[in-house]
């Protein structure tokens, strides 16, 4: 009776404090469904939707079971289809964020490492640079590498102080639009590598150097291995957004030769008689950015049973 009486006053114990966490976890959930959920099934019905042939204007579509398949025919022909035009962009995207990845990461390790281990006392020192980027918006870091890359800019005059001819930087070129990307990302990927290694415990590092492995065989062996979480989740957290983004082409190239699958989607997306095509298009990319979120899922959890 008093074990029956203990496990009834526990239950009711329990009760106000999973509700204490429903309620303070209920706007949350409130505004995800108003800000995600609800533009999402926006985005269906229109993809689903069916095309107003006297005005060109799309018309959404807002019960499932009268949804078409139209315009998800039409976007699969462009990607995949004979004479595609989609298709060979997105394969440019790939390219053009692969390349960029690469480069973010060869550039990102080594910053974070050194803060990580070499910085000492002036790692908040350099904690304020890393983090000084975010303080200016997207859109004024790249005004400011227009401003380097014109004709005139501070890039040509150092190529001719080292006399180099000068180069039409945003006349087109796809390494402009990579470094783009990666002057616009690299902050992201810099603090979240420097928040992985600065979490490493020193002395695994000491017992490998205690081992007779040398500083290579030591970073190889144990460092790397050890922030293999921190490089699979800043990589995922800089790679998507450079899948989807359009506005880094869009000012330093804007043209054709180098259009990415965003420019592509933002142009449908602005012309009328396009949208539903845009909007699966972009349901299609948002489909294909799933992949490398299921898998670092799955990965974290495999890497957390492991640790466990």
Same mark, same amino acid.
């Given at each position: 009776?008093?074990?029956?009486?203990?496990?009834?006053?526990?239950?009711?114990?329990?009760?106000?404090?999973?509700?204490?966490?429903?309620?303070?976890?209920?706007?949350?959930?409130?505004?995800?469904?108003?800000?995600?959920?609800?533009?999402?099934?926006?985005?269906?019905?229109?993809?689903?939707?069916?095309?107003?042939?006297?005005?060109?204007?799309?018309?959404?579509?807002?019960?499932?079971?009268?949804?078409?398949?139209?315009?998800?025919?039409?976007?699969?022909?462009?990607?995949?289809?004979?004479?595609?035009?989609?298709?060979?962009?997105?394969?440019?995207?790939?390219?053009?964020?692969?390349?960029?990845?690469?480069?973010?990461?060869?550039?990102?390790?080594?910053?974070?490492?050194?803060?990580?281990?070499?910085?000492?006392?002036?790692?908040? !020192?350099? +904690? $304020?640079?890393?983090?000084? /980027?975010?303080? #200016?918006?997207?859109?004024?870091?790249? *005004?400011?590498? =227009? %401003?380097?890359?014109?004709?005139?800019?501070?890039?040509?005059?150092?190529?001719?102080?080292?006399?180099?001819?000068?180069?039409?930087?945003?006349?087109?070129?796809?390494?402009?639009?990579? !470094?783009? +990307? $990666?002057?616009?990302?690299? /902050?992201?990927? #810099?603090?979240?590598?420097?928040?992985? *290694?600065?979490? =490493? %415990?020193?002395?695994?590092?000491?017992?490998?150097?205690?081992?007779?492995?040398?500083?290579?065989?030591?970073?190889?062996?144990?460092?790397?291995?050890?922030?293999?979480?921190?490089?699979?989740?800043?990589?995922?957290?800089?790679?998507? /957004?450079?899948?989807?983004?359009?506005?880094?082409?869009? *000012?330093?190239?804007?043209?054709?030769?180098?259009?990415?699958?965003?420019?592509?989607?933002?142009?449908?997306?602005?012309?009328?008689?396009?949208?539903?095509?845009?909007?699966?298009?972009?349901?299609?990319?948002?489909?294909?950015?799933?992949?490398?979120?299921?898998?670092?899922?799955?990965?974290?959890?495999?890497?957390?049973?492991?640790?466990?």
């Amino acid at each position: 009776m008093t074990a029956g009486g203990i496990r009834v006053r526990r239950r009711g114990q329990r009760q106000p404090h999973r509700l204490f966490w429903v309620v303070l976890a209920a706007p949350g959930i409130l505004w995800l469904a108003i800000l995600f959920v609800v533009p999402f099934y926006a985005v269906v019905a229109v993809a689903g939707g069916r095309l107003n042939l006297i005005f060109e204007q799309p018309v959404a579509v807002w019960n499932p079971f009268q949804w078409s398949s139209a315009n998800l025919a039409k976007a699969w022909q462009d990607v995949a289809g004979a004479g595609a035009s989609v298709g060979p962009i997105a394969v440019r995207t790939l390219v053009y964020v692969a390349i960029a990845s690469v480069l973010c990461l060869a550039i990102a390790y080594p910053a974070a490492y050194f803060v990580a281990r070499f910085a000492g006392h002036r790692k908040a !020192l350099f +904690l $304020v640079l890393l983090i000084a /980027p975010f303080w #200016i918006s997207y859109m004024m870091r790249m *005004l400011a590498w =227009i %401003d380097l890359l014109q004709t005139n800019g501070y890039v040509n005059k150092a190529l001719g102080v080292l006399q180099l001819s000068p180069v039409n930087w945003l006349g087109g070129l796809p390494a402009t639009v990579i !470094l783009g +990307l $990666v002057y616009g990302y690299i /902050p992201y990927l #810099i603090l979240v590598l420097y928040a992985g *290694l600065d979490r =490493i %415990d020193p002395a695994l590092i000491e017992a490998g150097r205690d081992l007779g492995l040398g500083r290579a065989r030591t970073f190889i062996r144990v460092t790397l291995p050890l922030s293999r979480q921190a490089i699979l989740t800043g990589m995922l957290i800089t790679v998507l /957004p450079m899948l989807g983004d359009y506005f880094t082409n869009q *000012l330093l190239s804007g043209t054709t030769g180098t259009t990415m699958i965003g420019n592509v989607i933002d142009g449908q997306l602005q012309t009328p008689a396009f949208q539903a095509e845009g909007a699966v298009l972009s349901l299609m990319l948002l489909l294909a950015l799933t992949i490398p979120m299921v898998y670092y899922v799955v990965a974290t959890n495999r890497s957390s049973r492991s640790a466990a």
